[in-house]
């Protein structure tokens, strides 16, 4: 079956760093997702990996290992506003979105 | 990043009614859109699938001839829940599909907070 695993939950400290892991196990790969939900909103894009490696956007890097199915998302300088959820989303061989649960990052002053 | 649109924002309906809501992508074309269902903190579930002048593909469990799609347009998706009741409570979200080269990116509507009476 598919499968995508992200930790539930995490807690940081303002300021500090945090990393996100997802591992996955799908039928195809086309690409994987990193979106940021808000509690009552729906998900914005954050980034979209394809080849392996590390692509960075600002406070936000997100890395890719095809051959261990592993990706992690990477906040720097963690500000309040990223109190969020992110989910971690595998695009399959047919081009279908397979979605991690989410994980909760909350952050303390 | 581009725009998807999504209407109305909230819902409220007596039990019995229908409800339409519409997804716009509103600086692209979109071949493929998607919509989903979340209810509180659980993750995102998708319920169908659809693409530009063809049927929606439904995932298992979801109920087509409730939860009625329509994509006529490349800009246009619809959602309607007929005979909506209580358990169909949930936030519906719309997202569209653009394809860039070979990357593929996948917006998001607002979504829509439907509550049935």
């Known amino acids: 079956g598919q499968n995508i695993d992200q930790p539930t939950e995490m807690t940081a400290t303002e300021g500090a760093i945090v990393q996100i892991n997802c591992t996955y196990q799908?039928?195809?790969?086309?690409?994987l997702f990193w979106y940021q939900q808000h509690a009552g909103e729906a998900p914005t894009f954050l980034s979209y990996?394809?080849l392996d490696g590390l692509e960075e956007k600002g406070r936000f890097s997100s890395f890719l290992s095809r051959s261990k199915g592993y990706s992690y998302l990477l906040l720097k300088e963690l500000q309040m506003k990223d109190s969020a959820s992110y989910l971690c989303?595998?695009?399959?061989?047919?081009?279908?979105?397979?979605w991690g649960a989410g994980t909760k990052l909350i952050i303390k002053p | 990043g581009a725009v998807v649109s999504q209407h109305p924002s909230r819902v409220i309906c007596k039990s019995g009614t229908s409800v339409k809501i519409e997804c716009r992508s509103l600086d692209f074309q979109a071949t493929t859109m998607f919509w989903y269902r979340q209810f509180p903190k659980q993750s995102l579930m998708l319920m169908a699938t659809s693409n530009e002048g063809s049927k929606a593909t439904y995932e298992q469990g979801v109920e087509k001839d409730k939860f009625l799609i329509n994509h006529a347009s490349l800009t246009l998706s619809t959602l309607t829940v007929t005979s909506a009741h209580p358990e169909d409570s949930s936030f519906y979200i719309c997202?569209?599909?653009?394809?860039?080269?070979?990357?593929?990116?996948?917006?998001f509507g607002p979504g829509t907070r439907l509550t049935v009476l």
């Open positions: 799908t039928s195809g790969f086309n690409g």
């Open positions: 989303a595998v695009m399959d061989s047919n081009y279908q979105l397979i």
């Open positions: 990996n394809v």
């Open positions: 997202s569209a599909r653009q394809r860039e080269g070979q990357a593929y990116e996948q917006f």
